[in-house]
């Protein structure tokens, strides 16, 4: 499983580093020991990332199930947006992806450029995932339908939708819809 560069797990003798690296790696006893000291379960790295978001990314659902039974929060968010659940859908996890939904993940979150979870999921093609998450009542993102064409009504014969008739429009009088031509002179 691939890791952020940025994330802050690998170096610098902080506490918080100590237990990001033991994420990281897998270890479950380094991390239960480091939170048993009193370690923040939330506390983010540089690139505000959680612990929790590096066990999905590194498909550590050992790590996962630790860090939720203390109290880490399913539903906090990177800078991006991203959440655990979402690093568990790009990895495939499917495990971990039900795991973080039976903790309460939201299904129905988008990051911070607007896609949400399903589409993630949609993505990766991976159908095994985009069950579980449908499952759980996840939606893709609503479509806007595509705003109506407008036309200058001077372009007559040209086809498409006339221009909404503004305040300033003559309601009546010649040329309005439904007024009568004066009579032909004779």
């Known amino acids: 499983m691939a890791a952020y560069a940025e994330d802050g797990a690998g170096g610098g003798g902080s506490l918080n580093e100590d237990l990001w690296l033991a994420v990281t790696q897998g270890n479950v006893s380094r991390v239960e020991t480091a939170l048993a000291q009193g ?18 990314a590194h498909g550590n ?29 790009i990895y ?4 971990l992806v039900t795991l973080l939904i039976n903790a309460g993940a939201d299904v129905n ?23 579980l998450l449908e499952k759980a009542g996840a939606k893709a993102k609503e479509q806007e339908p595509p705003p ?6 001077k372009d007559k014969g040209k086809g498409g939708a006339k221009a909404p008739a503004t305040a300033g429009d003559k309601k009546d009088g010649p040329g309005a819809a439904g007024a009568k031509a004066p009579p032909p002179k004779k």
């Open 148 to 153: 109506e064409e407008v036309k200058d009504p």
């Open 92 to 95: 495939g996890e499917h495990q």
């Open 109 to 131: 979150g988008a990051d911070a450029g607007g896609e949400m979870v399903l589409e993630k999921a949609k993505k990766t093609g991976n159908k095994l995932i985009v069950g």
């Open 39 to 56: 370690m923040d379960v939330n506390a983010k790295t540089a690139a505000g990332r959680t612990s929790l978001m590096l066990a999905a």
């Open 61 to 89: 659902q050992r790590v996962a199930k630790a860090l939720l039974a203390y109290g880490a929060d399913v539903k906090m968010a990177d800078p991006r947006g991203i959440t655990a659940l979402m690093d568990a859908v």
